[in-house]
């Protein structure tokens, strides 16, 4: 009975430890404020012209895809053909906060960035990296001023 005893502890205990117990998080506010601090130190950094030091808010992940020199030039394109940074509004955000084992924090972001010659629609979505540091894994700049031919010269 002993033996029998213990092999169903044995097994029961094997069976919680290999489980996975998580919670999600959906549009908490809180996410929400946390992420847009990342949006608004990219934003001043945008605004004073400092784009080197932009990139410390951009992860490997977005660096994997998409080196220095080329979101250097992003952001150089974007304020020669756009123009100045003049504001911003967030016109639709999400937050996924998963709690647990398999832990995940993401954050999407949208934009409608008014620039010193055009608007631009931009999106941005980051991720919590293991440090708990938001990181932007994805910035994407539409805009039509970028379709304007007198521009690309």
Same mark, same amino acid.
């Given at each position: ?11 029961? !205990?094997?069976?919680?430890? #290999? ?7 959906? =549009? &908490? ?7 847009? +601090? $990342? !949006? &608004?130190?990219?934003? #001043?950094? %945008?605004?004073? /012209? ?7 808010? *951009?992860?490997?992940? *977005?660096?994997? @895809?998409? =080196? ?6 992003? *952001? ?17 955000? /999400?937050?996924?906060? %998963? $709690?647990?084992?398999?832990?995940? #924090?993401?954050?999407? *972001? $949208?934009?409608? @960035? +008014? ?8 999106? %941005? ?8 540091? %938001? ?14 031919? &007198?521009? /690309?010269?």
């Amino acid at each position: 009975m002993k033996k029998i005893l213990f092999a169903f502890g044995l097994i029961f !205990t094997l069976c919680l430890f #290999s489980c996975n117990f998580n919670s999600t998080n959906i =549009n &908490d506010e809180l996410d929400k404020i946390d992420a847009e +601090k $990342v !949006t &608004d130190e990219l934003y #001043s950094y %945008i605004n004073k /012209k400092d784009f080197t030091r932009a990139e410390k808010l *951009f992860s490997k992940q *977005f660096f994997a @895809v998409t =080196n220095k020199a080329g979101l250097q030039d992003i *952001f150089q394109k974007t304020n020669k053909v756009l123009g100045n940074y003049k504001d911003r509004e967030l016109l639709q955000w /999400k937050t996924s906060r %998963i $709690v647990g084992t398999n832990s995940k #924090s993401e954050y999407y *972001f $949208v934009y409608e @960035v +008014k620039y010193q010659k055009f608007k631009a629609k931009e999106t %941005i979505v980051m991720l919590k990296e293991d440090n708990d540091v %938001i990181k932007i894994v994805s910035y994407n700049v539409s805009s039509e001023g970028f379709l304007n031919t &007198d521009l /690309k010269r």
